[in-house]
Structure formats: C-alpha cells, structure tokens
C-alpha cells in the first residue's frame, strides 16, 4: 500500500475560559497573530506551550501547527505531540483538552470509492502531571497505540485539575490501524486531508459550568 500524504494539524485554536464570575471567550486566527495564549482574570491565568523535537516547550499561537504536515501516514503510522498546560495564577481549575474535526478532503480509494481519511485513523488523549511519567505511558509506539481508540471524527476531550501555579502534560495521539485496507489507500489527483481544531477549555473550580 502506497503511503497517505495529508495534512493533519492544529489551525484553529479556541482557548475557552469560563469563570464562576462571568465568560471570556478567545478565538485565535491567522487574521490576529498577536495575541497571546495567556488568559488572565483576576489571579486566573491558563497557558498553553507544545513540546519541541529538541524538547523545550513553545507557546501556541495563532498559526501553530502541532501536527507534522509532511507525515506519511499508512497502517501502523503513528504521531504522538506533547501540550503543557500551566495554571499561572492562583485559582484552582479544571481543564478540558479537546480535538475536533475542522475541515478535510473528500478523496478516492483504490476501489474507485469515495472515502474520508478520519474514519480511519484513531485518536488517543492521555493527561499527567509529571512529564516522565507521561512519557513512560505512551513513549512508545506500542504504548501510544493502546491509548488512541478512539474515532477521530468524534469529538475527543479529557478532564483534568491544576491547582495553583501547578502545571500538566498532555499527549495527543494519532494512528493509523495496521488493519485499514485499500478501503483508505487514495488514488488520483485528490489528496485525502483533515484539519483538526485544539480546545482547552478550564472553569474555575466550585464556579459555574
């Protein structure tokens, strides 16, 4: 089977806060680059970094692309990116880390049928606290594919708890099953693509939902 060439990546990014004292919503845009990902309400202040391939980790943007736009994917491909969420202020929340499907190409398979690459790939959100132990969990290929069994065309989220100045990891997981067929292996000019959308949504402990 060919290798499947598209584009898998983060280009819409909503950072929702929602406070027990009222709602502050952000989108985050080509159109806006320069705002930051650092939301601040009173002492309530979310951050948002990805891991680096040297290992440092750097602030979202708007433009950020956390997925690997020339990955090749084919039965047992497997991507897994690294988030740091960072509660830098003093107010204990709960987080929820969210990827949802934004936009993709409609693409012919090997039997002339029309198909859509995200019903057959699988997704996979593992949260921690501690960086190494995230990554003994899924640092792995082996490991990383027992956490993503999830369907990619559904909304995917995790809850989470940061107190304050306290901070969590999280481990997005993309894969292709060894068992997908010809029923995804494309042909012609049309590229099979998907876009994906993060969201980090966090409330305020003992506030409103």
């Given at each position: 089977?060919?290798?499947i060439a598209?584009?898998?990546?983060?280009?819409?990014?909503?950072?929702?806060?929602?406070?027990?004292?009222g709602?502050?919503?952000?989108?985050f845009?080509?159109?806006?680059?320069?705002?930051?990902?650092v939301f601040h309400?009173?002492?309530?202040?979310?951050k948002v970094s990805?891991?680096?391939?040297?290992?440092s980790?750097k602030?979202?943007?708007?433009d950020?692309k956390?997925?690997?736009d020339?990955?090749l994917?084919?039965p047992?491909?497997?991507q897994?990116?690294?988030?740091?969420?960072?509660?830098k202020?003093?107010?204990?929340?709960?987080?929820y880390?969210?990827?949802?499907?934004?936009?993709?190409?409609?693409a012919e398979?090997?039997?002339?049928?029309?198909?859509?690459?995200?019903?057959?790939?699988?997704?996979?959100?593992?949260?921690?606290?501690?960086?190494?132990a995230?990554?003994a969990?899924?640092?792995?290929?082996?490991?990383?594919?027992?956490?993503?069994?999830?369907?990619?065309?559904?909304y995917?989220?995790?809850?989470?708890?940061?107190?304050?100045?306290?901070t969590?990891?999280?481990a997005?997981?993309?894969?292709?099953?060894?068992e997908?067929?010809?029923?995804?292996?494309?042909r012609?000019e049309?590229?099979?693509?998907?876009?994906?959308?993060?969201?980090?949504?966090?409330?305020?402990?003992?506030?409103a939902?």
């Amino acid at each position: 089977m060919k290798k499947i060439a598209f584009t898998l990546s983060v280009g819409l990014i909503l950072l929702w806060i929602i406070l027990g004292a009222g709602t502050s919503i952000a989108w985050f845009s080509d159109a806006t680059p320069e705002l930051q990902n650092v939301f601040h309400f009173a002492d309530f202040e979310l951050k948002v970094s990805y891991r680096q391939a040297d290992g440092s980790y750097k602030e979202l943007e708007a433009d950020t692309k956390v997925f690997d736009d020339n990955a090749l994917y084919e039965p047992g491909y497997v991507q897994v990116v690294y988030l740091k969420v960072e509660n830098k202020g003093t107010v204990p929340f709960d987080f929820y880390t969210a990827v949802n499907v934004t936009g993709y190409t409609v693409a012919e398979n090997m039997m002339g049928e029309p198909f859509i690459l995200q019903d057959y790939l699988k997704f996979g959100l593992v949260t921690d606290t501690d960086e190494g132990a995230l990554d003994a969990l899924v640092g792995t290929r082996e490991r990383a594919c027992a956490y993503a069994n999830m369907e990619l065309n559904q909304y995917a989220s995790e809850k989470a708890s940061l107190g304050a100045e306290e901070t969590a990891y999280v481990a997005l997981i993309v894969r292709m099953p060894e068992e997908v067929d010809n029923q995804a292996n494309y042909r012609g000019e049309v590229v099979p693509e998907v876009d994906l959308g993060l969201i980090v949504r966090a409330t305020q402990q003992g506030g409103a939902a």
